[in-house]
């Protein structure tokens, strides 16, 4: 799955929507307690005179994940992650999306960025391109009662954005990728975020380049198979919710509906039909934000109630999906 093609990005600010695409889902699995570095950010010299710059550590009962920003080569300086025993690391390894210095700068993440809401992500000038970026985020994950991981996010490009997300794993001693998704197809956002007790969800969403065709989106939640070497599709159930705005007959009735929002109420809205949303009648449309949590789904009804929406709303429950791809012509 090493495929980097660029994707045209759709500036839908999804708020409180699809932080998701990737959360880590497994029964019992959560947010990890995440400590810091006593000083984050700090550059350290290596034996051969080099800097390292390290950004953050994760504390887990075993040792540590740190991520940090290896000494810059000729190609560039790789962010990777590194496994600390006793403030010492043991084991390393580089994440595929090169900065092109150690210039970081603390940017607030949210579903739209690929990641949880309310973290931050490591953001730095892209090595391969002028005016390109990367922004890193990670996030430790409990799997299961033993297991722990670092979730880590890239989301990198200029004009056109992909997200990378990796889960990093200590197996015999190394560090390994236990999961990679990318997103790099046409008109395609993905997010990965962590929600106790879950894990990891994957909230896949594919953008219509026709104003006539609605958006759609899928959601799958992952968990760590019997043999602990792998993350598997979970079974069915319910993994995040939906705020429902009007009833369209149309994907063209709903986006010029959106278009026409003078208070810009739906700014941050998508346009799905019931191929995406089962409650949404079939062969209508309406406008859609994703949510991951509940509590974040009543928040933004009462804020469109403020900001002036008449049309109906509902807030709905999205079960996981069977397979993530929809592909459209």
């Known amino acids: 799955m090493e495929h980097f093609t660029r994707t045209p990005q759709r500036t839908l600010f999804l708020t409180g929507c699809l932080s998701l695409l990737l959360t880590l889902l497994v029964s019992g699995c959560s947010h990890a307690d995440t400590v810091p570095s006593t000083n984050p950010n700090t550059p350290i010299a290596t034996p051969d005179g080099k800097t390292y710059l390290a950004l953050e550590r994760f504390n887990t009962k075993q040792g540590a994940f740190?991520?940090?920003?290896?000494?810059?080569?000729?190609?560039?300086?790789?962010?990777?992650?590194?496994?600390?025993?006793?403030?010492?690391?043991?084991?390393?390894?580089?994440?595929?999306?090169?900065?092109?210095?150690?210039?970081?700068?603390?940017?607030?993440?949210?579903?739209?960025?690929?990641?949880?809401t309310g973290l931050y992500a490591w953001g730095s000038r892209a090595a391969w391109m002028d005016?390109?970026?990367?922004?890193?985020?990670?996030?430790?994950?409990?799997?299961?009662?033993?297991?722990?991981?670092?979730?880590?996010?890239?989301?990198?490009?200029?004009?056109?954005?992909n997200q990378l997300h990796r889960l990093v794993v200590l197996r015999d001693?190394?560090?390994?990728?236990?999961?990679?998704?990318?997103?790099?197809?046409?008109?395609?956002?993905?997010?990965?975020?962590?929600?106790?007790?879950?894990?990891?969800?994957?909230?896949?969403?594919?953008?219509?380049?026709?104003?006539?065709?609605p958006d759609s989106i899928r959601i799958m939640r992952f968990i760590?198979?019997?043999?602990?070497?792998?993350?598997?599709?979970a079974p069915v159930g319910?993994?995040?919710?939906?705020?429902?705005?009007?009833?369209f007959i149309s994907s063209a009735a709903a986006y010029n509906?959106?278009?026409?929002?003078?208070n810009h109420c739906f700014r941050s809205y998508d346009v799905y039909s019931s191929?995406?949303?089962?409650?949404?009648?079939?062969?209508?449309?309406?406008?859609v934000q994703v949510f991951v949590r509940r509590e974040e789904a009543v928040a933004e009804r009462q804020r469109l109630i403020q900001c002036g929406?008449?049309?109906t709303m509902s807030i709905v429950d999205i079960f996981s999906s069977p397979t993530l791809y929809q592909d459209k012509e």
Not at 257 to 262: A, F, W
């Open 131 to 161: 005016d390109s970026s990367v922004s890193t985020v990670a996030r430790l994950v409990s799997l299961d009662t033993d297991t722990v991981g670092l979730l880590v996010t890239q989301r990198f490009g200029y004009e056109y954005i």
């Open 275 to 287: 191929d995406s949303i089962t409650n949404i009648p079939k062969n209508h449309s309406a406008l």
């Open 66 to 116: 740190e991520l940090g920003i290896a000494p810059c080569t000729a190609e560039g300086c790789a962010f990777e992650v590194r496994w600390l025993e006793k403030n010492k690391p043991v084991a390393v390894i580089a994440l595929p999306i090169l900065a092109a210095d150690q210039a970081t700068k603390k940017q607030a993440t949210d579903l739209a960025s690929g990641a949880d």
């Open 173 to 213: 001693g190394k560090l390994v990728f236990l999961w990679e998704f990318t997103d790099g197809r046409d008109y395609v956002s993905s997010s990965a975020v962590v929600l106790p007790p879950s894990g990891i969800t994957l909230l896949y969403r594919q953008y219509h380049y026709k104003s006539s065709e």
């Open 257 to 262: 509906s959106r278009e026409k929002d003078v």
């Open 224 to 233: 760590l198979n019997k043999d602990k070497n792998a993350l598997v599709p």
């Open 309 to 311: 929406v008449r049309l």
């Open 238 to 247: 319910v993994v995040a919710m939906a705020l429902v705005a009007g009833d």
